[in-house]
């Protein structure tokens, strides 16, 4: 039975037809004025999804090269950092920090919950000296499934002198996010998410703060070096050749993201979230992330007892065409995730949850077939009603 | 609400991705080697495809071309043809044969059901002095969803000597057609059906007495004229100027049909016809066409009612993303149709079944949110049961 491939991973997430054909694009040079036209285009929308006035600086590398890339810019060997970890990508942020000499604490959370904002306002006052030069946050950590509230994080660090960092890998552009409004001193995305591109660009944005900072980081540095990134910026260029297809789809995502509209984009994943939830549940299935931590983008799931969740997912996969994702590190095999991230319609979770059923009915789970796509229709239903 | 566009009528169909690709790709000249090349490939992969070892004719044009092009090459003005007609197209085919001087018979066969094949006989045994030159026929006529048992025509036509020509416009490639083996003197068919590219191509064969016929002929003709098509066919080339872009996408089309292989295709569409059916059935709505006659590649419902059929189409295609057929002629208002041809799966049968229980909800028709869903569910894992 051929199936049709849906990804439903949280990233890369489904590239819009519209962005594939503007990627299709003949290649262009990347120091003559159509380029230029087009970057300032690009970095000036950025601005806009970020909520800053300052520049948004654009690296070709992963979402990681960004995390990198702060880190090097903003602190000097030997500096102290408080990570804040609630997952597998608060972690990464932490070894990135260590693997560069910095001093690394880490606030490590249970996992599927949220960092608790009084916590980190408690761990901050007892910190007299100033000690802590960072304080980095995940905004949606995918591993978990579980999104921070980084504006009371961001309240929580309040008037202490450390840099707020934020992770917004798997956030921005789907889960608001106020950079200047909130504090936030510099803040890390890549293409692959809630931008709809495929991976191979990410971006930090630094505030005036952190570049104070970066005046006074003793890192070695080069590629990750954000002055030569923003002095090229300042011309509408890049220091080195970009990947010039992938700032066409950029562009073409960037003007599709406005099309929607923030609010709606927003309200969209919140309802996509609601049904995946709502339809897991009437599945009988158990949510891995607690109810008020639940991300909008990616959803957790337990693997319900007596299944192999690997082959619960390669059954997905190879009978019924729909990828999701397994748990990573000490999750593996104990929960599988389900993205519903940038590119994904009702369509998409209703297919998702069809399919489900019928894989579990395969592996001897009892469930009602249809029962979990009512669910999300029902949420669906109701939002329709709503929106009247 | 944002939805993703589901396009669920009998053509134009979806096209895949593959196949979007290859006519991405740059001009060529029509007159070189590479277009020869590809020309080549192409006439000879259809002929695999109408199983038969005669030319199949390529013309640029909509499958309405092909049917005028089967009627002004094989005949002459004031003869008689039989068209045996189950609905639209076979009504179209009369009137193409009317428009150009030829004395018409029709057999009309009520809509929703089959023609019968002893009825052919039996008007044919009455032909004593073979006044009937061609007998016309549909394989499957999308108006109403219904199939012909065109292998039973054909023996039914038997000896009779007029020439028996199949409207396999939207059957070819999805269900049966042996041209040789059946005795099919000429088959017309379209590119945007089974075939899964854009419309703009449709194709004829001609067996030897067909060609003999063409000899006979006294049609005026010259874009039709199959023996501009063949000359220039044997050279690999088409006598003007071909859509060079469709071809691209023709010749993955056929490798990708290669690929899945004759059989699996025409199962994979009998299984998506099932799966319609059960799952309409089971939210309470009557199916159009006679059980046994029912097409495999496009499903007629009955609007409920007290329902506005034009109403539940609107709804289905602007509140919820999925574009389904209505009625023709007669049937405006009172059917609506689901087509399943071509690059389609089982996500896309569930979409539709669940969309269009959330519009008929919408629509106050009682029915049970994700019953028609679980009634196909049911089907697609029957028929994994029984693949293994």
Same mark, same amino acid.
């Given at each position: 039975?051929?199936?049709?491939?849906?990804?439903?991973?949280?990233?890369?997430?489904?590239?819009?037809?519209?962005?594939?054909?503007?990627?299709?694009?003949?290649?262009?040079?990347?120091?003559?004025?159509?380029?230029?036209?087009?970057?300032?285009?690009?970095?000036?929308?950025?601005?806009?999804?970020?909520?800053?006035?300052?520049?948004?600086?654009?690296?070709?590398?992963?979402?990681?090269?960004?995390?990198?890339?702060?880190?090097?810019?903003?602190?000097?060997?030997?500096?102290?950092?408080?990570?804040?970890?609630?997952?597998?990508?608060?972690?990464?942020?932490?070894?990135?920090?260590?693997?560069?000499?910095?001093?690394?604490?880490?606030?490590?959370?249970?996992?599927?919950?949220?960092?608790?904002?009084?916590?980190?306002?408690?761990?901050?006052?007892?910190?007299?000296?100033?000690?802590?030069?960072?304080?980095?946050?995940?905004?949606?950590?995918?591993?978990?499934?579980?999104?921070?509230?980084?504006?009371?994080?961001?309240?929580?660090?309040?008037?202490?002198?450390?840099?707020?960092?934020?992770?917004?890998?798997?956030?921005?552009?789907?889960?608001?996010?106020?950079?200047?409004?909130?504090?936030?001193?510099?803040?890390?995305?890549?293409?692959?998410?809630?931008?709809?591109?495929?991976?191979?660009?990410?971006?930090?944005?630094?505030?005036?703060?952190?570049?104070?900072?970066?005046?006074?980081?003793?890192?070695?540095?080069?590629?990750?070096?954000?002055?030569?990134?923003?002095?090229?910026?300042?011309?509408?260029?890049?220091?080195?050749?970009?990947?010039?297809?992938?700032?066409?789809?950029?562009?073409?995502? *960037? &003007? =599709?993201? +406005?099309?929607?509209?923030? #609010?709606?984009? /927003?309200?969209?994943?919140?309802?996509? %979230?609601? $049904?995946?939830?709502?339809?897991?549940?009437?599945?009988?299935?158990?949510?891995?992330?607690?109810?008020?931590?639940?991300?909008?983008?990616?959803?957790?799931?337990?693997?319900?007892?007596?299944?192999?969740?690997?082959?619960?997912?390669?059954?997905?996969?190879?009978?019924?065409?729909?990828?999701?994702?397994?748990?990573?590190?000490?999750?593996?095999?104990?929960?599988?995730?389900?993205?519903?991230?940038?590119?994904?319609?009702?369509?998409?979770?209703?297919?998702? *949850? &069809? =399919?489900? +059923?019928?894989?579990?009915? #395969?592996?001897? /789970?009892?469930?009602?077939?249809?029962? %979990?796509? $009512?669910?999300?229709?029902?949420?669906?239903?109701?939002?329709?009603?709503?929106?009247?």
């Amino acid at each position: 039975m051929q199936q049709k491939a849906y990804l439903m991973v949280p990233g890369p997430t489904p590239v819009p037809e519209r962005v594939q054909a503007a990627m299709h694009r003949p290649m262009i040079n990347h120091r003559g004025p159509s380029y230029e036209a087009m970057f300032r285009d690009i970095s000036a929308r950025l601005k806009t999804l970020f909520h800053t006035d300052h520049d948004v600086l654009t690296y070709p590398c992963a979402g990681t090269g960004a995390m990198e890339a702060a880190i090097v810019n903003l602190f000097s060997p030997g500096e102290k950092v408080l990570v804040v970890t609630i997952g597998v990508f608060g972690d990464r942020f932490a070894e990135i920090a260590a693997a560069h000499g910095l001093q690394v604490e880490v606030m490590t959370v249970k996992r599927g919950a949220a960092a608790c904002p009084s916590a980190l306002a408690a761990r901050l006052a007892e910190d007299e000296g100033g000690e802590i030069k960072g304080v980095v946050v995940t905004h949606n950590e995918t591993s978990t499934g579980v999104t921070n509230d980084v504006r009371a994080l961001a309240k929580a660090k309040g008037k202490h002198p450390a840099l707020f960092i934020v992770d917004a890998v798997s956030a921005l552009g789907a889960i608001p996010m106020r950079m200047d409004e909130w504090g936030i001193d510099a803040v890390v995305t890549g293409s692959q998410k809630a931008l709809m591109i495929p991976p191979g660009l990410a971006f930090l944005a630094m505030n005036g703060r952190a570049w104070a900072a970066y005046e006074q980081s003793a890192m070695p540095k080069y590629y990750w070096d954000a002055k030569k990134i923003k002095k090229s910026l300042d011309k509408g260029q890049n220091p080195y050749t970009p990947p010039v297809s992938l700032l066409f789809g950029l562009q073409e995502s *960037l &003007a =599709m993201i +406005e099309e929607e509209g923030e #609010e709606a984009i /927003v309200a969209r994943h919140v309802l996509l %979230g609601q $049904a995946v939830r709502a339809g897991v549940q009437a599945l009988g299935l158990q949510l891995f992330a607690e109810p008020e931590a639940a991300s909008s983008v990616v959803t957790a799931v337990c693997v319900p007892d007596g299944v192999d969740g690997k082959a619960l997912q390669k059954k997905m996969r190879d009978a019924f065409g729909v990828t999701m994702a397994g748990g990573q590190k000490e999750l593996e095999g104990k929960i599988f995730r389900i993205g519903h991230l940038g590119h994904v319609a009702p369509a998409d979770v209703l297919v998702t *949850l &069809a =399919m489900l +059923e019928m894989a579990l009915t #395969e592996m001897a /789970v009892k469930v009602q077939l249809g029962a %979990g796509v $009512a669910a999300a229709q029902q949420v669906f239903l109701a939002a329709r009603r709503e929106e009247k």
